[in-house]
């Protein structure tokens, strides 16, 4: 006998409206905390001696695809180092001598050179990873506030306020203010409606707080061969969000689980369930919280139709008549969704 119970509860999420500094940075670093990561880079110079670098790199999907700094690949010529391994910790730094908590295992997709980009993706399968949204336009104005998230100096996740001071410096990178540290390159720098507005590069002398972002546009080749989405944002410089824009959350309870004991042997079948958007929304990102998980298969969560709709699979086992245990799957789905006009 199969049963199943849902509940859904619906708030506001206020992420992108006008807000005082302080707050855009502490809401920044709660959305986007397990979507920016630690990265540890171990590998071989020229010379065959070993080299380890840190840095920050940010998920650009679900499917655990991020975005970080060639630099951090390769030496101050830009030839890449070999036999290069990658380590990175959502949220949090570690001691790449003795690392502890979640640490990730990530190889290299492809890199940039002339634009100091490198896609990498994490080899860890399981739930999604949270990401970082971009959209295909977002315009910025000079002198507008930017945020950037990074470890500086290999610490804690950081964010840190600057100030867009030009954009016409070479290879087409933007130029902005802000007292950053070295460990934050690679790191997602947003605009203050917290849209991703480009990846930090670092500056010549942390001193003169004089530093450079690669323009998000710039790496959108990486978003494709990641296949990672794009939006069709409306917001633009200058310009608060409206509140009809706000993204909303809308939590789904899970409770599944297979108890059939008519057969002489264990019986497990996979289930398939349906969790729709709000009408009119789409769901932009969402996390799979598990309250128990007995005699299940991994959870597998897929967007579909466009972001209208996700699906959750999962195998569940329940023994034979004689030995009466059961499969059960509890949690919830934590859904982000915007409305579609809002793309």
């Not at 867009?164 to 790191?187: N, V």
């Not at 569940?316 to 579609?340: A, C, M, N, V």
Request: glycine share 8%; hydrophobic share 35%.
């Amino acid at each position: 006998m199969w049963v199943l119970v849902l509940v859904s509860i619906t708030y506001s999420l206020l992420i992108y409206p006008a807000m005082a500094e302080d707050n855009v940075l502490e809401r920044l670093h709660s959305v986007y905390k397990s979507a920016t990561a630690f990265v540890v880079i171990r590998g071989k110079n020229q010379e065959n001696e070993g080299i380890v670098e840190s840095g920050t790199g940010f998920f650009i999907s679900s499917s655990g695809y991020m975005l970080t700094n060639y630099h951090l690949l390769a030496d101050d010529d830009l030839r890449p180092y070999s036999d290069i391994r990658i380590r990175a910790q959502q949220g949090s730094a570690f001691d790449p001598d003795d690392p502890t908590g979640i640490v990730l295992v990530a190889r290299v997709i492809k890199y940039d050179p002339v634009q100091d980009i490198a896609l990498l993706k994490a080899e860890e399968k399981g739930s999604p990873y949270n990401f970082v949204r971009a959209c295909r336009e977002t315009q910025v104005k000079d002198a507008e506030s930017v945020y950037v998230l990074g470890y500086d100096l290999g610490l804690g996740l950081k964010p840190t306020p600057g100030t867009l001071s030009g954009k016409d410096s070479d290879r087409g990178y933007w130029q902005y203010t802000a007292q950053i540290e070295p460990g934050s390159s690679g790191g997602p720098v947003f605009n203050k409606n917290g849209r991703l507005i480009g990846i930090n590069w670092g500056n010549a002398s942390p001193a003169d707080a004089i530093n450079f972002m690669i323009p998000i546009q710039h790496s959108f080749d990486f978003f494709a061969l990641a296949g990672a989405p794009l939006d069709y944002c409306k917001t633009t410089t200058g310009e608060e969000i409206q509140n009809s824009c706000v993204p909303i959350v809308k939590v789904f309870g899970v409770n599944i689980f297979h108890n059939d004991h008519a057969k002489e042997v264990i019986s497990t079948k996979v289930v398939n369930e349906e969790y729709n958007a709000e009408p009119g929304h789409r769901i932009i990102s969402w996390q799979w919280q598990a309250a128990s998980n007995n005699n299940t298969s991994e959870v597998r969560i897929n967007l579909i139709e466009d972001g209208r709709r996700l699906v959750l699979q999962v195998g569940l086992s329940s023994g034979p008549f004689y030995d009466r245990w059961g499969g059960r799957l509890e949690g919830h789905i934590i859904t982000r969704q915007e409305k579609i006009e809002c793309r």
